[in-house]
């Protein structure tokens, strides 16, 4: 897929697909030791990593549809505020993950940068769910994900490695009919 021409935006926010401008912001933002604590972004996180992040690991995902890597940024030209990232897992199959520049956290940026993410997934890609995992003991993350309308759907014992370490994680999903939005495919639920 070809990064979009246009941004998407929601009320506050301007997402779009990260640009070589970007590097000096991801970088500042990826010393916040809970990023590294939290993601699966290097740690250390050296100024290269930024730089081949924008450069070359962003715009090559975008056009083999393996991950579609957002800037969110407070307006068209205001600050880098976070990060969304959608990883393909599949025909249909999605799965978000997100980080919050620190200076930037606690007032509702993130929650609202996914569900925009998540409308353009299922009505624009045609997304049937969007799933998201954290690690267990990941509170922030997981209060965005329920503010964002994720139903928390259990613990997946040893489904994450963090830096070499399996560790277990929370799961949840997120369905179109959960945001008011048909869905591509019909879906029985059991009940």
Known sequence: MEPLALPLSTARLSLRPFAPSDAQEVHAACQDPEIQ??????SPYEREHAEAWVNEV????????????????????GPLVASVGVHVRGPGAYEIGYWTAKEHRGRGYMAEAVGGVARWLFTEVGAGRLEWRAAVGNAASRAVAEKA??????????????????????????????????SRLPYLPVR
């Open 58 to 77: 962003c715009p090559a995902s975008w056009r083999e549809d393996r991950e579609y890597a957002f800037a969110v940024r407070l307006g068209e030209d």
């Open 37 to 42: 604590r939290w993601t699966l972004v290097p």
């Open 149 to 182: 309308g994720f139903r928390v759907e259990g613990v997946l014992r040893a489904a994450l490695d963090l830096r070499g370490t399996l560790r277990d994680c929370w799961v949840g999903g997120l369905l179109p009919s959960d945001l008011g939005l048909p």
